[in-house]
């Protein structure tokens, strides 16, 4: 391989790119906990967490990544027994499945084809045949297809029935549109290495009055990750708080709320629209039938090697995207367009992905995809 | 203006991108230069200077720009009423000949038309019609015009000449090949926030013996620049080193040791071709009769403002080119393939100058000019 400067670009769903402002307040010296600076500034930056959600309940920090955040969902709703309605279509719909298994859930599965999005319809008619069910654990989006489900419609389901909405928002936050209190969803959960535009290593939980009912009766053990200590503690954290991470929390949410959350998702639309565009455009397709403003997963043209597409355009052009995960290694790729990504990242990203093509042997006409999302920017951006 | 978050990018002949493992060298806390700690490190860092200018000569850094280096050339090389050769094609041509002015020079001027090239042959023919000339200044790469000159060619004519052959490499520094001993150029002065990657505020000056005559008979007033005081205190600096850019001075060395210098010219190269490539398939001018692979100066087409170029492309879209300088603003409009840039860097500014030459209403084909690049980069990277 030619020897060449490589600048590297992480155009995958996560960890995604982090603006300096926000590196910058992660250097800073790492002050006690037990202070009242530390207490303003959580309270300040737990404050402005709300807006992200559009909720008014309280949101709270763990330590610990989204699958954290995941684990204290399930743990601080579901006893051992109690039946529970699980969306299962990808990898993290599995992962809810896995923890639901591990803290003896009654699991109703919902098993979808991965790839395709599960339906308000669907909800209703699994509550219909299990209507004892406390709580219904959902993706909103599934990052190992890049699908993203009508949270929305699912909600004016759960609303007015006695069980609890759960969703995994981690890869979800600000990459598509969430009103946490005027849908009706009662539990969210999400991760910081995503559209916060963050380093790995925080998570985010919001319950509202609804949820909290189940967690005052939750018989699971849980100690960590014992919410009624978080609730008790607030706005200090029971144990010792990601000191830094949250300097660069309280940065990450002032940026985005100066952005505005709908121009937020707006942007997220038009980088997934620019991204879709130059993919078909590239005679390829979609993996998934409801395609998420998080991350396009692309299925690997007959003939190509699939696993070579991610380790090129890694190896030889410094570009990072996501190869497929579990069972559809080697069978798509999936670009990002989360977080702190400008139009320029789906452009490089793509261009990436032709010259790698182009390697691998595909047939297309070289420059089309950029075409294609330049299109995309030119009608957003000039007016044409 | 639509809302919309901005990713910086600097696509200008300086300052250039600093990596980030440069970057945190300079956030490195400062340690007092008169120690063994800081006397090895600068020892360590101007001996691998001399690979930059592929020379055995010392290597003196200087906290200043480029154009306290340029001073220090002037001041040390010429006494008052000193016969001196000046090339004028452009902005720094004319600082050349400003610095002569001030230090009292008996000027000869060797006056080009703006994006001409001297030629060896011009030079020859002045020092034939004056003899007694002391001292040729000349720009290795004209920043202003992106035009770069046949040193080597240059060199031939000096060397076996009583007089001095200086260049400024300010700009040129790694970004054009430059064998200054074997060429046999007497003084190369450079600045530290163009292909070295730094940012700016450090310059370095390295002169052979020839030159050093000179500089022991300068009747000429100097001080902080006198190079007859860098020369007894080396390693150490007669006045206080910038020491944090010394760290990073030393980072940068060792990539560029370790990339080769030879890669470093050709990434240059390979840069430049693409933007040029680019820039003709939008139907566009080059500027430039002998056009640099330092920056791409290219003319403003008939009836577009080109002081919109550059504003559009920062305001609108984040990114950084130069427009013109003096007497060419608003004619040319200038993009960089200096430092530590990559092919997206160049993708990144061809689309953002297609998307801003659409909205001033100038008609080509979208993706023309980015498709040129990306095949120029095929060609170079997979070989078709």
Chains 1, 2 share one sequence.
Not at 145 to 165: C, H, P, Q, S, Y
Not at 182 to 187: L, Q
Request: charged content about 25%; hydrophobic content about 40%.
């Amino acid at each position: 391989m030619r020897k060449f400067l490589k600048k590297h670009y992480v155009i995958a769903p996560g960890p995604t790119p982090v603006p300096n402002e926000i590196l910058t307040e992660g250097a800073k010296e790492t002050i006690h906990h037990r202070t009242p600076q530390f207490m303003a500034l959580m309270e300040e930056t737990l404050e402005n967490a709300k807006y992200v959600f559009q909720t008014k309940n309280t949101v709270y920090a763990l330590a610990s990544t989204g699958t954290g955040a995941m684990e204290a969902a399930v743990a601080n709703l579901v006893s051992p027994g109690d039946k529970v309605v699980v969306v299962v279509a990808g990898k993290f719909g599995e992962r809810w499945k896995e923890l639901c298994q591990v803290y003896g859930a009654n699991i109703v599965e919902i098993a979808l084809e991965w790839g395709e999005a599960v339906t308000p319809e669907r909800i209703e008619k699994a509550l219909r045949d299990h209507p004892d069910a406390k709580v219904v654990f959902t993706t909103h989006c599934e990052t190992s297809t890049g699908t993203t489900i009508d949270l929305e419609g699912i909600a004016k389901v759960t609303k007015d029935k006695d069980v609890v909405l759960v969703t995994d928002a981690v890869s979800a936050l600000c990459a598509e549109p969430l009103k946490m209190d005027e849908w009706g969803v009662d539990v969210v959960v999400t991760g910081s290495q995503k559209a916060l535009m963050l380093p790995p290593g925080l998570a985010l939980i919001t319950l509202n009055e609804k949820a909290w009912k189940l967690v005052e009766q939750s018989k699971s053990p849980r100690y960590y990750f014992d919410l009624r200590e978080y609730k008790k503690s607030y706005p200090d954290n029971p144990y010792t708080p990601a000191v830094n991470m949250i300097y660069m929390l309280n940065k990450s949410l002032k940026m985005l709320k100066e952005e505005g959350i709908e121009n937020v998702w707006e942007r997220h639309r038009v980088l997934a629209d620019a991204t879709r565009a130059a993919v078909r455009a590239l005679g390829l397709e979609l993996f998934s039938k409801r395609p998420s403003n998080v991350v396009t997963a692309v299925k690997v043209p007959e003939g190509i090697d699939g696993k070579q597409i991610p380790k090129i355009m890694r190896d030889k052009y410094g570009v990072t995207i996501a190869g497929g995960q579990s069972k559809l290694k080697g069978k798509i790729f999936r670009i990002a367009h989360l977080g702190y990504m400008s139009p320029f990242d789906i452009i490089t990203a793509i261009t990436a992905l032709e010259l790698t093509l182009k390697e691998l042997g595909y047939e297309f006409e070289l420059g089309a995809g950029v075409r294609a999302a330049e299109s995309v920017f030119a009608k957003e951006f000039v007016g044409e």
